[in-house]
T-cell receptor
C-alpha cells in the first residue's frame, strides 16, 4: 500500500520568501507529526496533529512557522519569510493513532535550501 | 541534560563483529522505547520496539533497564548492510504519544 508521501522532494528558495511543504499521510492514520532534521543533526519535533487539531505545537521554532491539516488527511507546513537557518530536511510521519507503542511511518522528506 | 542521549559515533567495525549501542533517557515516566534505523539521506524506519523483558529479532537484541534509564541495541555478526544511523526513540504519555528522538549513533561496517 501507499506510504507517507511528501512534496516537493527538494525546494530551493531565496531568503525572505514563503514556502509550503505538503504531507500526505497513510490513509486512515489519525496522528501526523512534523520534524526537522538539520544536516548531521537529530530529528527535532515541530508539531503534532490528532485529526485536524494540533494539541502540541511546542516545537515550532518561531511564529514564522505554521501548519494545518484538513480532512484528517493532507497537512501543509508553511514557513514565512524564510531564513538561511531554516535550511533542513522536513520530515512528516503518521501513525494509526497516537497511542503508546504506535509505530511512526515517515515520508521521504522535503529538502529545503534557503539561499 | 538532553531528554535522550546517544553517542553519535561513528562506530567502525569489521564484518562479523558484535557491536552494542547504549542510549540514556531522562524522563522516568517514559513508557515506550524503540530503535529506528536511518540510512544516509533516507527517512527513519522502525527497527524494533524495546520491551521490558528484552526482545530479539534475528541478529538484533534490544534491552531496557528502567532502573538506570537506558536502553541498548546489540547487533551480532555485523553485515555491510547494517551500516546506518541507529536512532534511539523514547515515548512518554502526555495525552498522546510524544516521542523524542536521540541524535543517532552512526555505524559503519567495514569489509
Amino acid at each position: 500500500g501507499a506510504g507517507v508521501s511528501q512534496s516537493p522532494s527538494n525546494k530551493v528558495t531565496e531568503k525572505g520568501k514563503d514556502v509550503e511543504l505538503r504531507c500526505d499521510p497513510i490513509s486512515g492514520h489519525t496522528a501526523l507529526y512534523w520534524y526537522r532534521q538539520r544536516l548531521g543533526q537529530g530529528l527535532e519535533f515541530l508539531i503534532y496533529f490528532q485529526g485536524n487539531s494540533a494539541p502540541d505545537k511546542s516545537g515550532l521554532p518561531s511564529d514564522r512557522f505554521s501548519a494545518e491539516r484538513t480532512g484528517e488527511s493532507v497537512s501543509t507546513l508553511t514557513i514565512q519569510r524564510t531564513q538561511q537557518e531554516d535550511s533542513a530536511v522536513y520530515l512528516c510521519a503518521s501513525s494509526l493513532e497516537a497511542r503508546e507503542g504506535d509505530e511512526q511511518f515517515f515520508g521521504p522528506g522535503t529538502r529545503l535550501t534557503v539561499l | 541534560r538532553k531528554e535522550v542521549e546517544q553517542d553519535p559515533g561513528p562506530f567502525n567495525v569489521p564484518e562479523g563483529a558484535t557491536v552494542a549501542f547504549n542510549c540514556t533517557y531522562s524522563n522516568s515516566a517514559s513508557q515506550s522505547f524503540f530503535w529506528y534505523r536511518q540510512d544516509c539521506r533516507k527517512e527513519p524506519k522502525l527497527l524494533m520496539s524495546v520491551y521490558s523483558s528484552g526482545n530479539e529479532d534475528g541478529r538484533f537484541t534490544a534491552q531496557l533497564n528502567r532502573a538506570s534509564q537506558y536502553i541498548s541495541l546489540l547487533i551480532r555478526d555485523s553485515k555491510l548492510s547494517d551500516s546506518a544511523t541507529y536512532l534511539c526513540v523514547v515515548s512518554s504519555s502526555g495525552g498522546y504519544q510524544k516521542v523524542t528522538f536521540g541524535i543517532g549513533t552512526k555505524l559503519q561496517v567495514i569489509p
